[in-house]
């Protein structure tokens, strides 16, 4: 079999090894049984101390809610103000500026709600104390806010009638201490001694053999890279992302940080199964998302394998595939599967330009984002998920004859007014944000912003299109990586993709755990043999479909006028 | 109600009555209520402002025809939304029309001063009140709903229930109920009048259909939701397709803005779904269930648990002779002559089964000087003297061995061991003596309704479980239920005892469905998620419920379940099958919309459409004439099949999504073929 395929499946397998235990792990963690990790508890028993946090309060879906966002909030404002003065701080070595407001808005939304969309360069626009205490900080605190949201969905669906969906605080800390911490020192070292730099020096200077001189910037990058895989963040310590040869510079720390960033999404789906004790429907959704992943990377790995049709057109030999944007020691097969896992995790972080797939790979990322949901970001994919599950539970309850249900719960207007406005958002954000963005376009081209919208653009027509709408899915989904190719730096973009972020992030975590805590208030249903059965595969390939339609149907257009028409033409 | 059930599903005069409701239902505040339905309504104002814009000199927009043709198709969607709802409506009034036809203006016997009055004023039964009384003597119609407080008469109701045997209903028991129109047979009564004019169940259940006092079920109301924000969903795509299309440089017709929006948004079912509702009433209507609210079909597709009383449900009536066992040593034919001889008298269904199976000529015996020894509750025994001096008794096993023992005969062994046989295979033994001589054991059984076991297969089937309630002793419940096949039983039953089943289903989550008649079912009926009460019933039982029987049919609770079904499961299907056109759509006019700016998503026309004003037109058409095409499913429902819940999910996934996709697909194509021929 071809060698890079057998490195694909190989990272694949490994990671889902690798997953299972760690699972049954967070599974045991989460609730409160002994796990191997019990020597953190003077640790964190210190952090409840100092914070004066109560860790054992039992907390309702509001009260839940309410501690996640008061502390995301105090986040940004932490993070805005640092942005805004890092040239004040010390640890900047070369010499970097301060953000402009309106890029300090967007860079702190964007760590602060995982998305880590970047529109600045890591090596010029920020100093090593905003890397570490800012960025590294908010990878950690983000990737937990998101398990630990995802665990209150755990606690909803356990119980047969409950108000708690367990103590925020306790399961952010513990989320933190017993599972990102650990791994992440694991994967730094690894990463330190493959030759990812890890001193806090400033730009080395080399002379080339041209005899040239060249600034070559570096860093204490290791631990952040670590996390930013880890918690399925993405932003990069360079400005190239995953692409660098510091930041990844081999086959191997590329195998690591693609096992890294799809770890924890599929463990959390197993620690559900362990922990509700329905390991069938675990089981059922994970293996429903991993086809929905198979259908997007198989084509694209073989269009990338297969390299440019304009090329071939032209008698251009392609052996190694479309390598235009990617890096040589990845090649085209394991760029392609990264490309599809880094936006269907909503991690972002790239290890080759997605500018320059093929268009219908690039139509298979969007389509990864738009989806957001299979194995998805840290906690926040199995919460998108379930928002799904809540309308497939609608309409196959309906379709066989009984007011749906969930796990012994009735779905009833409420809920399903949650899950609609959800699903209503992100089409709302996304072909909201890129019609004004082609508004703009189309008929302000000369506002005088530091890059004017008609100078957005690398590529005009079809590619151009994709490229803006790329930007907001990126956003909205919260995911980072970005098309390339646009003017993105400038108050348009940060603002419209600030905001985009924001909402894209809270909605979509609010609603779910607001669901989950609604039903698992209600009077339990026992299961008859009338009842829908959530675990089966005809309800699995039932909330498979309405994704698929509920997806193609919101984006058929953007995608037809995007990379379809690029494809066609 | 045979002669209702055959109604066409569109008769002449329903439609003609349906196709002016249509119109008259464009009133904007009429069409608020249907949010999806309302926005199709601005489209088509729209459209025909942009017809009166071109009319005017205006050029951008395409021909003249090609708009109005498009206002004309969305004008004819609303007018087929209007009238799945106007037909539903039509014809559950027509059914409650037919029932209600049988109480026109009668004259009523009102006494004048109360029931001891002996003055009678003929007044017409529209001018009667509650709480005033009538006099109904034989030949009379009963002119109103009343609850008789003095007498006993033989009634009529086949013009409510189809039956043409006349029933007893009589003052205090539980059967005190009659219903106005129904006809007094013999005899004469005293009746109270229950209801003001104008408020039966039945004027009740014909505001519901018409509209005025119709409610929006839980479900309905989340399905609303839902499709409302579909709606929303397809609004934001059109109205971005302005900016990308402006950015693509291709100008996009105001017509082809407004047909893309109303092929996505969801008007098949958002046209349907009233009518589905309305359907589902009028169904149970159709089984002669009347329903006090929509919400009550709907719950009765959730039900987990029917308790349905043993006799007229599970078992024919009453217990039937079903074996002779005579003692050791007594001849079988004698045995059987003695049986019958001391039946003869007993008018009981049970005495006369004896006779019936005893099969011998009874007009034989010498009667004439015979002393018949009634029933009474201290010997618990009946029988014959016969002039000779022989005496014949028939009664419970322990009172008749005692007779026998204390007469100094033994009682034989074999016999007792019979009668234990009986008891133990939920039988009822009756011990048989000839001059303080035990002759032999009769046994009656319960005769378990034919089908019963398959129509509770079918229940379990469908996740129902069924509880009989007897006031039999455990033993021989739990043969019967064993027998029929319930999945739980309530032996020596009290009212209170029902009440606390259901509440304990209750407890555990569970939806509970009972029938009942009398004043001490009241409490129970109420407390059940779905309470049919007998129309025979106490007025106070017929309150308490939620659905009145007029059958007082106890089977009924198993029909109403899957009526209840069948209404969740019609919006279920025709949701994913609107939804799952649009897939189609997108295919039709996505490509028509830009292809002269983008060439290369001729790709696209995979249908290969005429033009891309054929191609919105068709698109728009099918669109339309998919609602009165889908209108008789609406009506009658989809079937439902009792196969496990999984195995239902494919079947419509497979029947109703994956057919939803193709459909459209062959539809739209054949329109355009069609419309081809025109532009």
């Given at each position: 079999m071809n060698t890079e395929l057998t490195g694909i499946i190989l990272t694949f397998v490994l990671t889902v090894l690798l997953a299972f235990p760690l699972g049954k792990y967070m599974a045991k963690m989460f609730a409160g049984e002994r796990t191997i990790t019990d020597f953190m508890n003077p640790v964190e028993r210190f952090i409840y101390r100092i914070a004066g946090i109560d860790a054992n309060k039992p907390m309702n879906w509001k009260q839940f809610l309410m501690a996640m966002l008061s502390i995301n909030c105090l986040w940004i404002f932490y993070a805005f103000f640092l942005f805004l003065n890092q040239?004040?701080?010390?640890?900047n070595p070369d010499g970097n500026p301060d953000m402009s407001p309106d890029l300090s808005f967007n860079t702190a939304i964007s760590f602060v709600v995982n998305c880590n969309l970047q529109h600045y360069s890591g090596e010029s626009g920020v100093t090593y104390f905003t890397q570490l205490f800012v960025i590294t900080f908010l990878q950690f605190v983000s990737a937990a806010t998101g398990i630990a949201c995802a665990v209150a969905l755990f606690n909803g669906l356990k119980h047969k009638t409950t108000e708690n969906l367990g103590n925020f605080w306790s399961i952010f800390t513990r989320a933190i201490t017993r599972v990102l911490l650990p791994i992440s020192i694991v994967i730094a070292i690894v990463l330190a001694f493959n030759g990812t730099p890890a001193s806090f020096d400033g730009k080395d200077t080399i002379t080339t053999l041209q005899g040239d001189t060249v600034n070559v910037s570096r860093g204490p990058a290791a631990g952040m890279i670590a996390i930013k895989h880890l918690g399925t963040n993405g932003g990069g310590w360079f400005g190239t992302n995953s692409a660098h040869p510091f930041e990844n510079p081999g086959y191997f720390t590329g195998m690591l940080e693609l096992a890294a960033q799809m770890l924890i999404p599929i463990a959390l789906l197993f620690a559900l199964g362990f922990y509700i004790k329905r390991k069938k429907f675990a089981w059922m959704i994970f293996g429903i998302m991993t086809i929905g992943i198979l259908i997007l990377a198989v084509p694209t790995i073989n269009w990338e394998m297969s390299g440019s049709p304009a090329l071939h057109k032209m008698g251009i030999l392609q052996s190694n595939g479309a390598m235009e944007g990617k890096e040589v020691r990845f090649g085209a097969a394991f760029s392609g599967f990264w490309s599809i896992m880094t936006t269907v995790i909503s991690t972002g972080s790239v290890n080759a330009m997605h500018d320059s797939t093929m268009p219908m790979s690039g139509a298979m990322q969007m389509l990864a984002m738009l989806i957001n949901a299979f194995y998805g970001g840290c906690g926040v994919g199995l919460l998108n998920y379930y928002i799904y599950i809540i309308i497939a539970v609608f309409i196959g309850g309906l379709m066989v004859g009984r007011t749906p249900e969930f796990f012994g719960h009735k779905v009833e207007a409420r809920e399903v007014k949650i899950a609609a406005l959800v699903t209503l958002l992100s089409a709302f954000i996304i072909k909201g944000g890129t019609a004004l963005a082609a508004y703009y376009f189309t008929s302000h081209g000369h506002a005088d912003w530091a890059v004017k919208p008609e100078a957005w653009l690398n590529n005009p027509g079809s590619h151009g299109f994709s490229e803006m709408f790329y930007e907001f899915t990126s956003a909205n989904a919260n995911n980072g990586s970005g098309f390339e190719g646009l003017g993105d730096n400038n108050i348009f973009w940060n603002l419209t993709t600030g905001l985009a972020m924001i909402f894209g992030r809270f909605l979509p975590i609010i609603g779910p755990v607001a669901i989950a805590g609604l039903l698992a208030k209600k009077k339990y249903v026992p299961e008859t043999a009338g009842t829908l059965k959530t675990d089966s595969l005809t309800f699995g390939v039932l909330t498979f479909a309405i994704i698929i339609i509920i997806t193609a149907l919101s984006y058929f257009p953007p995608l037809v006028l995007g990379p379809i028409a690029e494809w066609l033409g | 109600m045979s002669t209702n059930?055959?109604?066409?599903?569109?008769?002449k005069t329903l439609l003609k009555q349906a196709f002016k409701q249509s119109f008259i239902k464009l009133n904007p505040r009429t069409m608020l209520k249907n949010p999806v339905m309302f926005t199709v309504y601005i489209g088509t104002f729209i459209m025909a402002a942009v017809c009166m814009w071109i009319a005017m000199g205006e050029a951008s927009q395409g021909s003249l025809a090609y708009n109005l043709t498009v206002f004309i198709i969305l004008f004819f969607t609303l007018l087929f939304a209007n009238f799945a709802e106007a037909i539903a409506e039509a014809r559950g009034k027509a059914q409650a029309d037919s029932l209600r036809k049988t109480r026109e203006d009668t004259p009523a016997k009102k006494l004048a001063d109360g029931i001891g009055s002996k003055e009678i004023t003929l007044v017409s039964s529209s001018q009667l009140l509650k709480g005033d009384i009538f006099l109904c003597e034989a030949g009379d119609t009963i002119p109103m709903d009343g609850e008789i407080i003095q007498g006993i008469a033989t009634i009529d109701e086949s013009a409510i229930t189809g039956e043409s045997a006349p029933v007893i209903r009589e003052s205090g028991g539980d059967k005190s109920s009659v219903t106005g129109g129904t006809k007094v047979l013999s005899d004469r009564i005293k009746v109270r009048v229950t209801t003001e004019p104008g408020e039966s169940f039945l004027d009740k259940m014909i505001a519901l259909v018409e509209g005025a006092s119709r409610q929006k079920t839980p479900n309905e109301i989340a399905l609303t939701i839902l499709l409302a924000s579909f709606t929303l969903i397809f609004l934001i795509v059109c109205v971005t397709l302005k900016p990308f299309a402006d950015y693509a440089n291709t100008p996009i017709t105001i017509a082809a803005f407004v047909s893309l929006y109303v092929c996505l948004i969801p008007t098949t079912i958002g046209g349907l779904l009233s009518a589905i509702g309305i359907a589902g009433m009028d169904r149970a209507l159709r089984a002669n269930v009347i329903t006090k609210s929509g919400k009550a079909v709907e719950t009765a597709g959730d039900l987990d648990t029917l308790l349905l009383d043993k006799t007229g449900t599970i078992t024919i009536g009453n217990r039937k002779a079903t074996h002779f066992y005579p003692a050791n040593g007594v001849d079988a034919g004698t045995f059987t002559e003695a049986c019958a001889l001391s039946s003869l008298a007993d008018e009981t269904p049970e005495g006369k089964s004896i006779i019936e199976l005893a099969n011998i000529n009874v007009n034989g015996f010498d009667t004439n000087s015979a002393t018949f020894i009634e029933f009474t509750a201290e010997t618990r025994s009946s029988g014959i003297d016969l002039p000779g001096g022989v005496k014949i008794r028939k009664g419970a096993f322990d009172a008749i061995k005692n007779m026998v023992t204390k007469a100094g005969n033994p009682f034989p062994e074999e016999t007792a061991e019979c009668v234990r046989n009986i008891s133990s295979n939920g039988g009822t033994p009756l011990v048989v003596s000839r001059n303080n001589i035990a002759l032999g054991v009769i046994e009656l059984q319960d005769i378990i309704k034919p089908g019963i076991q398959e129509r509770f297969a079918r229940l379990r089937k469908m996740g129902v479980k069924t509880v009989m309630v007897t006031g039999d002793n455990p033993l021989t419940a739990k043969f019967i239920a064993e027998k029929a096949g319930v999945d739980d039983f309530i032996a020596e039953a009290k009212p209170e005892d029902k009440m606390n089943y259901i509440k304990k289903e209750q407890q555990g989550g569970k939806l509970v469905a009972m029938m009942g008649d009398g004043t001490n079912d009241a409490p129970a009926l109420a407390q059940a998620d779905v309470g049919v009460a007998m129309n025979s019933g106490t007025a106070a039982a017929k309150e308490a419920g939620n659905m009145v029987d007029l059958d007082n049919d106890p089977t009924k609770l198993i029909e109403i379940v899957e009526i209840g079904k069948q209404l969740l499961m019609t919006r279920g299907t025709l949701t994913t099958f609107s939804i799952a056109n649009d897939v189609a759509k997108y295919f039709a006019i996505v490509p028509a919309l830009f292809i002269t700016s983008i060439p290369a998503l001729q790709a696209l026309n995979i249908m290969r459409l005429h033009s891309p004003e054929s191609a919105i037109l068709s698109a728009v058409i099918f669109n339309a004439i998919i609602i009165p095409l889908l209108i008789p499913l609406a009506l009658k429902g989809v079937a439902y099949k009792p196969i496990g819940a999984s195995a239902l999910l494919r079947r419509n996934l497979l029947l109703y999504g994956v057919g939803g996709i193709i459909v459209p697909f062959i539809g739209i194509k054949l329109i355009d073929m069609l419309v081809a021929l025109f532009i």
């Open positions: 040239s004040h701080l010390p640890l | 059930k055959s109604t066409s599903l569109f008769e």
